[in-house]
T-cell receptor, first 114, second 111 residues
């Protein structure tokens, strides 16, 4: 069985500060890992994903995440927050062997202060 | 390119009334299709998924049902809505276990 834990339902940062959103996963098989972003009253859109290969993955809008197998983590970072980054972020895991379901974390709402 | 549509965008329904939400995908074939619900302040709850026409898997027992009458059409229904059915309903598609592509969502308010 797979699961995802996002630490912190709300994170607040100042504009220009580092953004760090934490995600830990559990999977008995090699995982695919994802970060999605959701703006108010919209669907989710993919920020970045890890499938195989390089463990540091870069996504849209300056975000990146590092897959650390030993720590079962996939934390999302951005060096400098922008007001437009305020949104809800979801970490997710799926099964590389071809399972049909993606397991989503509970989400972290990011607030950016001017 | 692929696109996914959901309608209606918003819906206000009285308790006990029926429901039909529609999702269609364009630009791809044989997608896996999903219905999720987001209640206020909560994460995504998987309701149903489908890997082919007429094949529906239910994740949560409740008064909702789903159907897939065509390859790229996925419908969420209810015969009698409950207050607890209020929420934001999202449809998504994927091929295999890779990226899920989400529709714009339907905001349902049951009064």
């Amino acid at each position: 069985a797979q699961s995802v834990t996002q630490l912190g339902s709300h994170v607040s940062v100042s504009e220009g500060a580092l953004v760090l959103l934490r995600c830990n996963y559990s999977s008995s098989v090699p995982p695919y890992l994802f970060w999605y972003v959701q703006y108010p009253n919209q669907g989710l859109q993919l920020l970045l994903k890890y499938t195989t290969g390089a463990t540091l993955v870069k996504g849209i809008n300056g975000f990146e995440a590092e897959f650390k197998k030993s720590e079962t983590s996939f934390h999302l970072t951005k060096p400098s927050a922008h007001m437009s980054d305020a949104a809800e972020y979801f970490c997710a895991v799926s099964d590389q062997s071809g399972g049909f379901k993606t397991i989503f974390g509970a989400g972290t709402r990011l607030f950016v202060k001017a | 390119s692929q696109t996914i549509h959901q309608w209606p965008a918003t819906l206000v329904q009285p308790v006990g009334s029926p429901l039909s939400l529609e999702c269609t995908v364009e630009g791809t074939s044989n997608p896996n299709l999903y219905w999720y619900r987001q209640a206020a302040g909560r994460g995504l709850q998987l309701l149903f998924y489908s890997v082919g026409i007429g094949q529906i898997s239910s994740e949560v027992p409740q008064n909702l049902s789903a159907s897939r009458p065509q390859d790229r059409q996925f419908i969420l229904s209810s015969k009698k809505l409950l207050l607890s059915d209020s929420g934001f309903y999202l449809c998504a598609w994927t091929h295999s276990s890779d990226t899920q592509y989400f529709g714009p969502g339907t905001r349902l308010t049951v009064l």
